[in-house]
């Protein structure tokens, strides 16, 4: 039987450490302050938002929420987006996503200040990653180095097979596994026979958002498997693992829920107090 890889432990003692140092930056005058704008009233998105700006305040920092209509104008989300970047007691600044199609993404994330960008979707992060050293790393890939850190899994040399190829979660933890030394196989919707590649993984990281995807011939003996999956089946919520036939093979294996999610809010706020170190601390040497 696999280890089962607790998210929730592991982000209690994220928690736990963060609180502390939040507490000593306080002592220097410095309170960390996070924003999120939300457009619309998805219901998950809403409830996603609720736990990050609960658990800012839990940890001793400022946190704001910016509730913006569903039929929001372009034009409108991106001034409140440029009050947010003149802001100076503002150090993290997110949207939430998804946007209304009628919103240009791209846009939006580009106009968040990359010095204030606690998802780091802003194109000149990306290229930091792409660089291997970005200011901080997407929270769901922090979350997934954090796992794999805190249960002592070995990445150097490791075949690490990503499933997934998004900017959120597939891309930049194929790029945080590269700098930590894995050998890397990036897979996704248009790979021919997965399961070829998914049975060479020592660390198998899953986030192609399709329930079921990965069942027990898809993972090789012993193997870490991460699933990163959010799919709500019959009421329920899965990953993209199939747990109750993989558990018996993996060596080790995240759940769902009380995996990886747990890990994402975690290093949001992570995210969150290094820049506001990183801005009023170092006063840009670091950078
Ligand atoms: N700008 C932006 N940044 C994000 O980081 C971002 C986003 N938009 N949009 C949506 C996704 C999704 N996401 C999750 C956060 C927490 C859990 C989480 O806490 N999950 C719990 C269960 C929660 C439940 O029961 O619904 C768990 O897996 O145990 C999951 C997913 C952040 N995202
Ligand atoms: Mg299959």
């Not at 503002?90 to 960008?117: E, F, G, S, W, Y």
């Amino acid at each position: 039987m696999a280890r089962i890889l607790d998210g929730k432990a592991i982000a209690a003692a994220v928690k736990q450490d963060l609180a502390m140092e939040i507490a000593q930056l306080r002592e220097c005058g410095v309170q960390p302050k996070l924003v999120v704008v939300l457009v619309g009233d998805d219901a998950a998105s809403a409830s996603y938002v609720r736990s990050k700006e609960r658990l800012a305040r839990e940890l001793g920092m400022e946190a704001e929420v910016i509730r913006l209509a569903a039929d929001v104008s372009e034009v409108e989300l991106l001034r409140q987006i440029e009050l947010q970047n003149a802001d100076d007691a503002v150090d993290a600044l997110l949207v939430q996503l998804p946007l209304p199609d009628h919103i240009d993404t791209d846009r939006v994330l580009a106009a968040v200040d990359p010095n204030k960008d606690v998802d780091g979707f802003h194109p000149q992060n990306i290229g930091r990653y792409a660089m291997g050293s970005p200011l901080v790393w997407p929270c769901t890939t922090a979350g997934i180095l954090e796992i794999l850190v805190r249960s002592s899994v070995p990445l150097a040399g490791q075949t690490a097979v990503v499933v997934g190829r998004s900017r959120i979660v597939g891309w930049p933890t194929a790029q945080l596994l590269l700098a930590h030394n894995a050998t890397v196989v990036q897979c996704h919707s248009r790979t021919k026979d997965l399961t070829e590649f998914t049975r060479q993984a020592d660390i198998l990281v899953v986030a192609a958002g399709q329930a079921g995807l990965i069942g027990v011939d898809d993972v090789r003996e012993g193997a870490v498997v991460i699933d990163v999956g959010i799919n709500r089946v019959d009421g329920r919520l899965v990953g993209d693992v199939d747990f109750d036939s993989v558990v018996a093979k993996a060596g080790a294996i995240t759940p769902v829920p009380g995996g990886v999610g747990p890990l994402t809010v975690a290093m949001l706020m992570k995210n969150t107090v290094r820049l506001a170190r990183l801005r009023r601390l170092t006063k840009g040497d670091e950078r």
